[in-house]
């Protein structure tokens, strides 16, 4: 059950949204404090199900979903629409906002005690469910995300930079760490699954071969890879000490518009990284302009740092003689 005490307090926070970001933060304690029992209190990584697309659910995913969508009664959002729940739901008729959830991002991590994370978004409600969520990403009131890592903390924009709250243990209260962040540009770190290489479409590979290829190649330095299966922990990582991460469309069945979902992951997300001076595309366009087709549709996915996504959108504008072509050869690099 959540504290009806404020668990944060901020005149950063719009007066009309406050309701909402205090039941987030309120359930996440709760969250929070579940997780860090780990072994010790209930099972919550077995597999109790699957969502409409197929995906399993962990037994604290579905918790979380139960736990967000209670709290948000009392607010007023009218539509909740959850990565965990088919259709969206009636939460409050009289309410003026649409709020889309992960409720637990990374739930594959439970069980090894790695950071995971709740993703949210919130629009102005129209009239039905699918038009207050199948619309452009830039259209959004705010986006975020809560980490539940050594620290637990609320990364949120609406729309006038990113903010970091972290949950003070001393106080309970989620309390104003950083007002303005901003992704570092200099970071020699990406983030992509590897294992996905030979599905890859060619500009992609050709990106990943000339990372490789460290200082003897094009890049002309050495670079990190990094992969951990949590959306919010790559992008916390990435907030923090700059870098990539890609998650492409691939050749797979399935995975032609990549895994991630637009609406309760990669919109928001984007929203988080461009107010940090960021970018998010799909690859070559911005997610911002993007508006999802389905509510649970998905959109591949590259962030971070400005110029290193800008670099893999124009390897998507290559010819094809030269994303096929040994390293060293593109006209990218060229003079």
Known sequence: MTSQTPVITS???????????????????DVARIIAKGP????????????SDGDGQKAL?????????????????????????EDAVLLNPEGKYAL???????SSNIDVNVSIGTIFSIYETKEGAEESFLRPAKEQLAGGYIVFGPATALVVTFGTGTMQFVLNPDSGLFELAEKAMEIPQTSKEFAINAS?????????RAYIDDCLAGAEGPREKNFNMRWVGSLVAETHRILTRGGIFL?????????????LRMVYECAPIAFVIEQAQGRATNGSDPIMNQAAETLHGRAPLVFGSAEKVDRVAAYHDLPEEEVSALFGQRGLFRG
């Open 11 to 29: 005149d950063l926070i719009p007066t009309e949204l406050s309701s909402i970001i205090e039941a987030l933060c309120a359930v996440s304690i």
């Open 40 to 51: 010790l209190g209930q099972s919550l990584a077995h597999q109790v199900g699957e969502n």
């Open 61 to 85: 995913d579905v918790l979380a979903d139960d736990m967000f969508a209670e709290a948000l009664k009392s607010t007023s959002v009218r539509w909740y629409a959850s990565e965990e729940q």
């Open 100 to 106: 889309a959830i992960d409720p637990l991002d990374g």
């Open 196 to 204: 996905n290489y030979r599905h890859w479409s060619k500009p992609v």
């Open 247 to 259: 998650y492409p469309s691939d050749g797979r069945k399935g995975y032609e518009n990549g895994r």
